[in-house]
C-alpha cells in the first residue's frame, strides 16, 4: 500500500461524539468487516438497497445520466463512520472522490488495506466529524451518516456537524433505527438474540432514534429533510427493500433549498 493509492491518517480520534464502549466493540470486529457470513453478514445483504437508494437519489438531484458506470465523477463524497468501507467502495466506483472517516482506528485500517488490494484511492481518517469540521476541510457535495448515529454519545451535536460539511445545494444521508416496540423486537430481541445475526449487544433500544428528532437536530441548519424512507426485510425472499414502514429501519434525506447553487 503506498501513499499515493491511499491516504491514512494515524492520528487519534478525539471530540464530544465518540463513545469509547461503541468504539472499543467495532474495534473488536474490525477485521471481520468483509467477511459475508460473518458478524456483518446483514449489513452486506443490506448493502445493496442503501446504495441503489443513494445512487438513484444523487442521480436525480444533480441531474446525471443514469447510464454512465461512474456518474459522479467531480463531486466529493463524505463517508462517516465508514467502518471497514462497505459504502465507501461502491461510492468510489460510481465515481465520487470519496473520504472515510471513522473513530475506530483498526476499522480504518481494514478499509485502507481493502480498498488497496481493490485498487481504489479512498482517502481514510481516523478522525471523528467535529475533528474535520475544525479543520481547513473542503465541503462535500454528499455527507453519509449510515447506522452511525445511534452509535455516538450527542447525536444532536453530531448530526448537526455532519450537516455543516455539506456543501451548498449538496444531500446529507442518515439511516438509523426508530424507537418503536417494533424495532425492539426485531432489531434486539431478534436479531441479536433469537436470530443471532449480529453480536449481542450491538445495540441499545434507548439511542434508537425517532424521525421526528433526526428532524429537530436539523432545525436551525440549512438543511431540509425529506420524509424518511423505511428498509424492511423479507424473510421469504431474504432480502432487504425500501418500503412504507419505518417503524424499524429508515433513511433521511436532507437537501439545501432549491435556491441554492453547488
Not at 48 to 70: N, Q, S
Amino acid at each position: 500500500m503506498t501513499e499515493t493509492l491511499n491516504s491514512l491518517d494515524s492520528g487519534s480520534a478525539a471530540g464530544f461524539s465518540i463513545d469509547e464502549g461503541e468504539v472499543s466493540r467495532f474495534s473488536a470486529l474490525a477485521a471481520k468487516w468483509w467477511d459475508v457470513k460473518g458478524e456483518f453478514a446483514p449489513l452486506h445483504k443490506f448493502n445493496p438497497t442503501r446504495v441503489k437508494f443513494i445512487r438513484e437519489t444523487c442521480l436525480d438531484h444533480f441531474a446525471l445520466d443514469y447510464r454512465k458506470r461512474a456518474p459522479f465523477e467531480g463531486l466529493q463524497l463524505l463517508d462517516v463512520g465508514c467502518g471497514g468501507g462497505l459504502l465507501s467502495e461502491p461510492m468510489r466506483r460510481m465515481g465520487f472522490t470519496v473520504t472515510g472517516l471513522d473513530a475506530s482506528e483498526k476499522n480504518i485500517g481494514t478499509a485502507s488495506a481493502h480498498a488497496a488490494q481493490g485498487g481504489l484511492d479512498i482517502r481514510y481518517l481516523n478522525q471523528t466529524v467535529e475533528q474535520l469540521a475544525e479543520s481547513d476541510e473542503v465541503l462535500y457535495h454528499v455527507v453519509l451518516t449510515m447506522e452511525v448515529i445511534e452509535h455516538v454519545s450527542d447525536p444532536e451535536a453530531f448530526l448537526r456537524t455532519c450537516a455543516s460539511l455539506v456543501k451548498p445545494g449538496g444531500l446529507l444521508f442518515v439511516a438509523t433505527l426508530n424507537r418503536t416496540a417494533k424495532a425492539y423486537g426485531l432489531a434486539i430481541v431478534g436479531a441479536e438474540y433469537v436470530l443471532q445475526w449480529v453480536p449481542k449487544g450491538t445495540h441499545d433500544w434507548k439511542k434508537f432514534l425517532m424521525p421526528e428528532e433526526i428532524r429537530s437536530f436539523l432545525d436551525g441548519t440549512e438543511l431540509m429533510p425529506e420524509p424518511p424512507v423505511g428498509v424492511s426485510y423479507n424473510p421469504l425472499t431474504q432480502e432487504w427493500a425500501l418500503s412504507d414502514d419505518t417503524d424499524v429501519n429508515y433513511m433521511v434525506v436532507a437537501k439545501y433549498p432549491v435556491t441554492a447553487v453547488l
